[in-house]
């Protein structure tokens, strides 16, 4: 069962940079099948996905928040990382760091958010 | 990106309704919805995958339904740990994996 863990501040100020990690266990981040993924829910609100990579490297942003987003892998610990510049009270959040499966029948890929960190609120205020 | 409309955003009912959230896309998806449950402060879990498919574990009392651009959510007979937030998600088009606007589900 993959099992994931964000870590990072849980505050920050207007204008700076947001650093979230996630720590995966009970699986490979180098899994062919997985696209390693943020996700984040503000307050009261829907989810909205923020950014995805694959193993291979290959990064994947929000066209809103894409000039501002930075996605990257570390697989000698198992982990991936968010960072977020110049963040407004507009990203106050819970953060998710989440595993899409690729699944593939009838000819046709399929994304799916199947596991979950338990999520982090990030605030952002002076 | 492909929108998806939820209806209704809230609905009330009892333990043992029968409960129907509908799902609707701006463009054919064929079967590639999923939906999720959320509880109040905790991540969402995924419960459907290809608009039917039950994930393990989850209880026989969902049913996933559609095809095209309408899809439905059944809870056949409330349970009290079934009062939680239902999204669907379309699982087509990567990376805009785009979720619907949540239905909330209170006594």
């Known amino acids: 069962q993959v099992q994931l863990q964000e870590s990072g501040p849980g505050l920050v100020k207007p204008s700076q940079t947001l650093s979230l990690s996630c720590t995966v266990s009970g699986g490979s981040i180098n899994s062919p099948n997985s696209y390693w993924t943020w996700i984040r829910q503000p307050p009261g609100k829907g989810l909205q996905w923020i950014a995805s990579i694959y193993y291979s490297g290959s990064t994947y942003y929000s066209p809103s928040l894409k000039s501002r987003l930075s996605i990257s892998l570390d697989t000698s610990n198992n982990q991936f990382s968010l960072k977020l510049s110049s963040v407004t009270a507009a990203d106050t959040a819970v953060y998710y760091c989440?595993?899409?499966?690729?699944?593939?029948?009838?000819?046709?890929?399929?994304?799916?958010?199947?596991?979950w960190g338990q999520g982090t609120l990030v605030t952002v205020s002076s | 990106d492909i929108q998806l409309t939820q209806s209704p955003s809230s609905v009330s009912a009892s333990v043992g309704d029968r409960v129907i959230i509908t799902c609707r896309a701006s463009q054919d998806i064929s079967r590639w919805l999923a939906w999720y449950q959320q509880k109040p402060g905790k991540a969402p879990k995924l419960l459907i995958s290809a608009a039917l498919n039950l994930q393990s574990g989850v209880p026989s009392r969902f049913s996933g339904s559609g095809s095209g651009t309408d899809f439905t959510l059944t809870i056949s007979s409330l349970q009290p740990e079934d009062f939680s937030t239902y999204y669907c998600q379309q699982a087509n088009t990567f990376p805009a994996l785009t979720v619907g606007g949540g239905t909330k589900v209170e006594i």
């Open positions: 989440v595993r899409v499966r690729n699944d593939y029948s009838d000819f046709t890929n399929q994304y799916y958010f199947d596991f």
